[in-house]
């Protein structure tokens, strides 16, 4: 297959020592090919503009440059900020940095998030340890600014994950541009997504000052290799019933079920758990507190079985994940694309089944086919276990 670990180590790319000691306790020996892309050139200082594909390690490409950068003996004010779309993503990245920054004694870290009392990060803000790292979701962290209780004029790095989703709406963009201003002029910017329209591109240029870009050619090399990708056509009304036998027939780790609202999330898991399978859900209309506890609970495989909407479809890593199932299909191809990448992490084997059930779902699936150059074609009665 095509190489995609870099022969290189990361040993070889001129890290601190108690950079390197935790990246190799995290057990990564090569870097993927777009950290070795990557990190030389954000250690550079430029700005970087990255798009690569799903689960192939953007978070390390941040997290390693940026702590590399740290100087966490000297700074009392934040001085790497990352911005993420989602609770749960943010959650994730802190993990992440938590991890690798595990020999840095005194680089500390705060997450900011909605659904989570805002007087109570003010109250942290202002009488807790200074922090270094600030991890967060773009409406917290305004109201932190607008407050007065986070000072981010000592940003060095400014980071967005999933750049394209944090721009393209016209509302998270404004806060994104609104916590960009409160940030010193000169710093390095790093904009990472699998997924980057053209016009988007052009919006993360206006926060750069002549960005590094590293793109993929085109949408062509957006689909991951070993992943297998089907479709299944049925009505809407048997889409239940064939979930449960698909369910009942694959050998899966852990699953992945997307439903398009919250009302069919909740509805379809509950379905589900009345025909006892190991189900939870997690969906944005339930508190903060209990979708961690659910996201917990499934990346420690205490429930195998996620029925989730799109709040789960971008950057959440977990690796046992080997299925992803479209109860719903995707409302376009850029979703479709990152809700099928939950499964397949860094080069794993995996399997996406799609349900078709009307017109515009294989509208959709002729979109997908067209502009990733790939066939899915129909789910066979029977599948390999060997091949996810
Ligand atoms: P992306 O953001 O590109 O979708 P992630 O950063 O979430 O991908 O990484 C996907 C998975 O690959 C994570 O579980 C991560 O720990 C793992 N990973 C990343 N880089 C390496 C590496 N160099 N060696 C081994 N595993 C890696
Ligand atoms: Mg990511």
Known sequence: GHAFLHSSTFQEMMLKPELIKAISEHGFTNPSEV???????????LDILCQAKS????????????????DSASVEQPSILVLAPTRELAYQIATEFQRFKKYMTGARLALFF??????????NLRTGTSVQIVIGTPGRLRALIDAKALDLSHIKTFIVDECDKMLIGLDMRADVQYIFKATPVRKQVMMLSATLPREIQAVCKNFMQNPEILTVADDCDLTLEKLQQHYLKMVEAEKTKNLMELLDLLEFNQVIVFTNTVVRCLALAELLEKAAFPVIAIHSSMTQEDRLARYHQFKSFEKRLLVATDLFGRGMDIQNVNIVINYDCPIDTDTYLHRIARAGRFNSKGLAVTFIASERDSQIMNEVQDRFDISVTDLPDEIDCGLY
């Open 114 to 123: 909605g659904g989570t009392s805002v007087a109570q990060d003010i109250e």
């Open 55 to 70: 689960g192939m390690g953007k978070t390390a490409v941040y997290v390693i440059t940026s702590l590399q950068e740290l």
């Open 35 to 45: 950290q070795f892309q990557c990190i030389p050139k954000a250690m550079m200082g």
